[in-house]
Every structure is written in structure tokens, then in C-alpha cells.
């Protein structure tokens, strides 16, 4: 049959038809249906479809085990919240579908790419020394308020300059990272530095897509957090700095604002000798509310 504009779309899409995966076989499908509508709606010409391939090969170039430019194209336009938004929401249990139950998720982000070390209780996950030394204090718990011993809580954050360990050659990967266990509470804590905001990487085509579009690269500062515990859906999400630059248009959309979070100056020699840090210092607390698995079909 001739390849004709009027049913290009309907004999490709036949073409995948006998897919044995039946998740595959929607998959293929929708995604046929949907590019050949854009294509359709936009009618680029050879030269841009041949720049949009180019841009995707670059983005593949710019990929490796310390950054992954996939991922933060996905960020910017939004797919990777709209994907996590969705899961939360599949995921949970049907008597915990609310969304005032639960922790929302967020993006992972590109920098999560090397495993974090295991640190005790109150470790330092950055050297002493910061201009806004700070204490993080946060409980796992369920829908219903019962802590959730033993959970494991990874965290990631930048410096106070904006820039990940993996950014900087000199520092010693690990630096800004800690995988914690809950204790019988559910509770946590770790001192480190108040982040601070910063540009997603923009030497790389995402970075010339948003100059282009005349959209800024700016995160508000943020701490990551992956929590798991059995019987619970793993959850991906952040803690953001109330007073941050950028809170309000965050370039991957992940602000939510039940995660925005008082980081308090606390000015009292005694207090800062307790958590071994100089006066003064800054203290943000949080409880993380994960949604229960959904039972076995």
C-alpha cells in the first residue's frame, strides 16, 4: 500500500499491531497516534526534523555516569513531575488515594547518580565551616501517623554555591550525600549547609533550548530525599528553602508548596553546642508521609 499522508498514520500503527506485549502493543500504539499528530500540527520542514534529530543525538552525547542530560530534558518540560504526579497517584492504595495523605513527589533530578554513602544519626554530610550551618530533623511516617522504623531515607543537596559533588572534580564523591536509617520513631537527623539556589547545567543542548525559549535555568535551593520502607510506595521528593530565590517558577516545575520549609535561625550558644555546631545556626524539620503499597492483586 502506497505511504500516503491521509493513512500514514493508521498503517504504521497496523504495523505494530501484533506486538505480543500487550502494555508494548499501547504503548507503540499511542505514541504513533500522538507524534504523527504533532507532526502533523507543526509541518516541520526536512531541515528542522533533521535539527530536532541532531538535538536528541546531542543530548545522548552529553549523557555519561555523572550527568544525565536525558533526564534533565525531561525536567524542563515538565514530563518527569507529570510522570511522578501520575505514579503517586496509581500507586497508592485505594483507601489512600487522597492527596492531603501523602508526602508528594517530586523529581529526581539529574545529579542522583552515584549511591550515597551510609551515615549514623546526625552526621555531617558537608566539612564544618559554612557560612549557614544547619540541622535537619525529619520522621517517617504513614497515612495514619504511625512511625515507620527502619526506613530508609537517602538525601542529596548542593553546597552553599550551587554545585553537586560531582560537579567539582576536588571534591570527594559522597560529599553532600547520606543514606540514613529511620530509628524505632521514625526519626532522623543530620547537620550539613543551608543550599542554595542554582542553573541546571546549561552547556548542553537543554541549556541552548531554554536560551532559545527565553526561559531562566534556575532551581529554588533544595534538599532531595528518597524514602523507602516495606509495605510503603518509595517516595522521591524535596524540601525547599522558604526564603530561596526562584521558589515561585522553579525550571522543573517540582515546587509544591506543602514542601516548602522554614530553615529558622537559631541564635543560642547552648542549643548550637547540643548539635555541635557554631552559633548561630539553622534548623528545618519535616515529617514524610508515605503511601501504603497497594495489596497484592
Not at 45 to 55: D, M, S, Y
Not at 230 to 238: A, I, M, N, S
Not at 282 to 287: K, T
Amino acid at each position: 500500500m502506497d505511504f500516503i499522508e491521509g493513512t500514514a498514520t493508521e498503517a504504521v500503527a497496523q504495523s505494530f499491531a501484533g506486538t505480543a506485549d500487550p502494555r508494548l502493543r499501547r504503548v507503540l500504539g499511542s505514541l504513533v497516534e500522538h507524534l504523527h499528530g504533532f507532526v502533523r500540527d507543526v509541518e516541520p520542514t526536512i531541515e528542522e526534523w533533521e535539527a530536532a534529530i541532531g538535538f536528541l543525538t546531542a543530548v545522548g552525547h552529553m549523557s555519561d555516569d555523572q550527568r544525565q542530560e536525558f533526564i534533565l530534558l525531561s525536567d524542563v518540560l515538565g514530563v518527569s513531575m507529570l510522570v511522578e504526579t501520575i505514579e503517586a497517584r496509581k500507586s497508592a492504595a485505594p483507601a489512600h488515594r487522597r492527596e492531603w495523605d501523602a508526602t508528594p513527589s517530586t523529581v529526581l533530578g539529574p545529579f542522583h547518580v552515584i549511591a550515597s554513602p551510609e551515615r549514623e544519626h546526625g552526621d555531617q554530610i558537608f566539612p564544618a565551616g559554612g557560612k549557614r550551618p544547619c540541622v535537619v530533623r525529619g520522621r517517617v511516617l504513614g497515612p495514619d501517623g504511625t512511625p515507620v522504623a527502619g526506613a530508609k531515607v537517602d538525601v542529596w543537596q548542593c553546597d552553599e554555591n550551587g554545585y553537586y559533588d560531582v560537579q567539582l572534580p576536588e571534591v570527594p564523591n559522597g560529599t553532600g550525600r547520606g543514606l540514613f536509617t529511620a530509628d524505632a520513631e521514625g526519626r532522623f537527623w543530620f547537620r550539613s549547609v543551608v543550599p542554595s539556589h542554582y542553573p541546571i547545567p546549561t552547556d548542553g543542548p537543554v541549556g541552548r533550548l531554554l536560551k532559545a525559549s527565553g526561559r531562566h535555568p534556575y532551581r529554588p535551593a533544595h534538599i532531595h530525599f528518597i524514602l523507602e520502607a516495606p509495605g510503603f510506595v518509595p517516595l522521591t521528593t524535596h524540601l525547599f528553602v522558604a526564603d530561596s530565590e526562584y521558589i515561585d517558577s522553579d525550571a522543573v516545575f517540582a515546587v509544591n508548596s506543602s514542601l516548602i520549609t522554614e530553615f529558622a535561625r537559631v541564635d543560642d550558644p547552648s542549643s548550637a553546642a547540643g548539635v555541635g555546631l557554631p552559633s548561630p545556626y539553622w534548623s528545618a524539620e519535616a515529617d514524610f508521609v508515605l503511601r501504603p503499597a497497594p495489596e497484592p492483586a
